[in-house]
């Protein structure tokens, strides 16, 4: 089945720094929502985006969807030691009714 | 908000058993899923349904099978188990078949095939 493509891979940062990272794709979706992962754990939605362009904050995170609609960003804010996980984005496609595709996945270290 | 349940964090199995994977949504929700995540690949999908007693093969559907009897319960059964279904497979819900919708998870079951 198709991927996003997710990037960066991973990333170390200090604490306190704010981080970006983002999710491209060839197709248009109608929705885009992003993810945290802990080891071991199920996913647990932190943003849902709906519209091009759209820009949702929960918390110290920030999502937005794209104006081509090809593609979201999550940025994260002032990061802590719990915000330590996999992030990962889904996209619902335009045309594919009720099924998501999912991104591999960016991995988050935060350094003391 | 949503919860949905998986039966176990954590199963080992041996070769050639049957394995049953439940999982129960308490929203109400029409939509349920099964994926599995390995290290490298992501999250396949590998069974889905839109309805009681309605599934629908997704990516990776050999090896399994699944049975929606009632609307809160979607089930997945290794009629065989074997090593290289060793994995973490999520059970997943969503409310209906529109095109604005959340997907959910549950916590996730880590199975072992020796």
């Known amino acids: 089945g198709q991927q996003l493509n997710q990037s960066p891979q991973s990333m170390f940062i200090q604490e306190g720094e704010d981080v970006s990272m983002n999710c491209t794709s060839s197709?248009?979706?109608?929705?885009w929502l992003w993810y945290k992962q802990d080891p071991g754990e199920g996913p647990v939605l932190l943003i849902a985006?709906?519209?091009?362009?759209e820009l949702t904050s929960n918390g110290r995170l920030t999502a937005q969807f794209g104006i081509t609609r090809k593609d979201s960003f999550l940025n994260i804010s002032a990061s802590i030691p719990s915000d330590v996980g996999i992030y990962f984005c889904a996209g619902q496609l335009h045309n594919y009714g009720q099924n998501f595709v999912f991104g591999p996945g960016t991995r988050l270290s935060v350094l003391p | 908000d949503v919860k949905v349940t998986q039966s176990s964090r954590y199963l080992v199995k041996r070769t050639g058993e049957k394995v049953f994977l439940e999982c129960v949504q308490d929203?109400?929700?029409?939509?349920m899923f099964w994926y599995r995540q390995d290290p490298g690949l992501g999250l396949r999908l590998i069974y889905f349904s839109y309805d009681v007693k309605m599934k629908e093969k997704g990516d990776i559907p050999e090896g399994y099978s699944v049975s929606r009897e009632k609307k809160e319960r979607f089930s997945l059964i290794l009629e065989s188990a074997s090593t290289n279904q060793t994995s973490m497979y999520l059970c997943a819900s969503s409310l209906n078949r529109g095109v604005y919708e959340k997907l959910f998870f549950g916590s996730g079951t880590q199975l072992s095939v020796l």
């Open positions: 985006l709906y519209k091009a362009g």
């Open positions: 197709s248009i979706f109608n929705t």
């Open positions: 929203m109400d929700h029409e939509n």
